[in-house]
């Protein structure tokens, strides 16, 4: 599998969370903080993150329920960064 193919399966997984709305390429490379032409290569296969290959493989070697502690763990993270971001912008 290409990693084109797995980021268009992300991006339908995570439209499919949003009860089937459908999220443009502009604001999926938003959420992830890339220019909208970089999130189109991606998922075109012209290019890819250095990393994204490596992570594939990580990846696969866990099982589902690791998986999923994994995803809760990374989300959990983001939203602790998100929250303290917000909070350093407050005492500004």
Known sequence: MESSDLFN??????????????????????????????????????SKPQAVPAIFKMLAELDEE??????KKISKGMHNDKTNSNRERSFR
């Not at 999130?39 to 075109?44: A, N």
């Not at 690791?66 to 995803?71: F, G, I, K």
């Open 9 to 46: 399966i992300l991006h339908n997984a995570v439209e499919a969370q949003y009860l089937g709305k459908k999220i443009s390429q502009k604001e999926m490379a938003e959420k992830l903080g890339v220019s909208m032409r970089t999130y189109q290569d991606w998922r075109l296969g012209n």
């Open 66 to 71: 690791d998986l999923v502690h994994l995803v």
